[in-house]
C-alpha cells in the first residue's frame, strides 16, 4: 500500500506555523456550494503565512525544512448547542430549558485538536463565520495546540452549528445548520491549502464538508504519495468513487459500513463480507469501529487485524470516541508505529475519552496514553 508499508519517518524540518487564521471574502449563501468564490486571493488581506515544503524524493512533493510532517486535518467546525429539556415545545410554545452549553465540536475540529494533544504537529484546514462560535471554535482548536494558518474566517456564512436538544426521557433531536463547513468554498482550492495537504505526513477526512472539497484534497494528496484516511462519519449520501478511489483507509463504524454497504453488519463474518464490498468500491484498508467490540483493521489479501478495548474504569459519555480513536491511529502511523500498534494506541486514546464527558475535553494527552498502554 502507497506510503503505508513503511514508516513515515520525520526527514526534514518545517517552519513554525504562524497560527494566524485566513479571511475570506464575502460569497453568496444562497448559489449551490460549487459555484462559490469564497477566498480572496489578494495577498494584502489575507493573513496566512506562506508555508514552505517538503524535500522528497518525489517530483511532485514540495520542498520543506521541517522536523515532523504534519498531520492535516481537512474538515469541519460546529458550535454544539446542547439545551436540557423536559420535552420538545409544541408548534407556537415557548418553553424553558433546564440549563444549556456550547461546546465546540464538528469532526474535522475534533480530529484536530486530538492529533494536538498528543502532541503531534497538526494544521486543520477548514472555515467558520464571523461570529461568537468561529471564535469559540478557534481558542478551542489554539489550546488543543492546532496550527490554525489554514483556518479561513467568511463573511457571509455562520459557523456550523447544532441545536441538540436533550429530553429527559431520553430521546435528542437534533437541528443541524451546515453554514461556514457547507458554503463559502471556493471551487478550486488555494495553493496554499494544496502546499500544506501535499507537504503533510498523513491527511485526515470525514464527511461534513462538500464533497468537492475532499476529492481535491485527496488527489492533491494523492500526487504527492500522501496517505488518506477517509472516516465515514458525516452525511450519510452515497461517497463519491472518485473520493473513495484515492483514500488509502476508509474508517466507518458498525452502523456506517452498513450503511455504505446495504449489508447486515451484525457479527464480524458479516462486516467481512462487508469490507469485501469496500475493497469492491476501490479502497484496500478498512479500519473498523467497533464500540465496545473494539476495533478491526482488514487489509485486501491480509488476515484482518483485531484490536479488543481497554476496558474503561467508568464509561461516561462516549461521545468522540470514534474521532479520537481515528486521529490516534493517524498520529500512530504518522509517527512510524506498526499497524498493530497504532490500533492499540488509538484504543487506549479512546478508552481515555470514553471516561470524560463532552467531545474535545475529553481527549486525552500523549502522557496519559503512553501511561495507560504502560500500565495496561
Ligand atoms: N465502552 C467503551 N469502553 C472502552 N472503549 C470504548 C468503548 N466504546 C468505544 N470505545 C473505543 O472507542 C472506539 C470508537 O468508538 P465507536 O463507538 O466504535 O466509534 P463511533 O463513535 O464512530 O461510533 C472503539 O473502537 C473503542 O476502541
Ligand atoms: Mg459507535
Redesign the pocket.
Known amino acids: 500500500m502507497r506510503g503505508l508499508t513503511t514508516p513515515l519517518q520525520p526527514k526534514h524540518s518545517y517552519p513554525a506555523a504562524q497560527n494566524n487564521p485566513k479571511k475570506s471574502e464575502s460569497c453568496n449563501l444562497y448559489s449551490h456550494p460549487v459555484q462559490f468564490n469564497g477566498k480572496n486571493n489578494d495577498p494584502l488581506s489575507r493573513k496566512v503565512k506562506p508555508i514552505s515544503c517538503f524535500a522528497s524524493e518525489n517530483p511532485n512533493r514540495p520542498i520543506l525544512k521541517e522536523t515532523k510532517p504534519p498531520l492535516v486535518v481537512v474538515g469541519s467546525a460546529n458550535a454544539d448547542i446542547y439545551v436540557e429539556i423536559d420535552r420538545l415545545p409544541k408548534e407556537g410554545e415557548t418553553i424553558s430549558a433546564k440549563t444549556g452549553q456550547t461546546l465546540a465540536g464538528g469532526k474535522g475540529a475534533n480530529q484536530a485538536v486530538c492529533g494536538g494533544k498528543l502532541a503531534y504537529p497538526t494544521y486543520f484546514v477548514g472555515q467558520v463565520g464571523e461570529d461568537a462560535h468561529g471564535k469559540l471554535i478557534t481558542d478551542a482548536l489554539l489550546s488543543g495546540g492546532v496550527y490554525l494558518d489554514h483556518l479561513t474566517t467568511v463573511s457571509n456564512a455562520p459557523t456550523g452549528h447544532a441545536v441538540v436538544m436533550l429530553q429527559s426521557d431520553g430521546q435528542n433531536s437534533i437541528i443541524i445548520v451546515g453554514g461556514a463547513n457547507m458554503s463559502c468554498w471556493p471551487e478550486k482550492l488555494s495553493d496554499e491549502d494544496l502546499e500544506v495537504v501535499r507537504s503533510a505526513g498523513i491527511v485526515l477526512l470525514q464527511r461534513e464538508i462538500p464533497d468537492f472539497v475532499n476529492i481535491q484534497v485527496a488527489k492533491a494528496a494523492r500526487t504527492a504519495d500522501v496517505p488518506v484516511i477517509l472516516d465515514a462519519?458525516g452525511m450519510d449520501s452515497p461517497i463519491p468513487l472518485e473520493l473513495l478511489r484515492c483514500v488509502d483507509i476508509f474508517s466507518p463504524?458498525?452502523?456506517e459500513l452498513a450503511r455504505i454497504t446495504k449489508m447486515p453488519t451484525g457479527s464480524f463474518e458479516q462486516i467481512s463480507k462487508a469490507v469485501e464490498k469496500c475493497y469492491e468500491l476501490g479502497v484496500n484498508q478498512v479500519l473498523l469501529?467497533?464500540?465496545?467490540n473494539?476495533?478491526a483493521l482488514f487489509t485486501k489479501g491480509e488476515e484482518p487485524l483485531r484490536?479488543p478495548?481497554?476496558?474503561?474504569a467508568k464509561?461516561i459519555d462516549?461521545t468522540?470516541?470514534?474521532?479520537?480513536?481515528t486521529a490516534a491511529f493517524a498520529v500512530g502511523l504518522v509517527e512510524g508505529k506498526s499497524k498493530e500498534e497504532c490500533l492499540r494506541f488509538?484504543?487506549a486514546a479512546?478508552?481515555l475519552?470514553?471516561q470524560v464527558k463532552g467531545a474535545i475535553p475529553s481527549m486525552p494527552e500523549k502522557r496519559a496514553v503512553f501511561n495507560l498502554l504502560q500500565s495496561a
Open positions: 462519519g463504524n458498525e452502523t469501529k467497533l464500540g465496545a473494539g476495533s484490536q478495548i481497554i476496558k474503561a464509561v462516549t468522540g470516541a470514534g474521532d479520537t480513536f488509538a484504543a479512546a478508552t475519552c470514553v
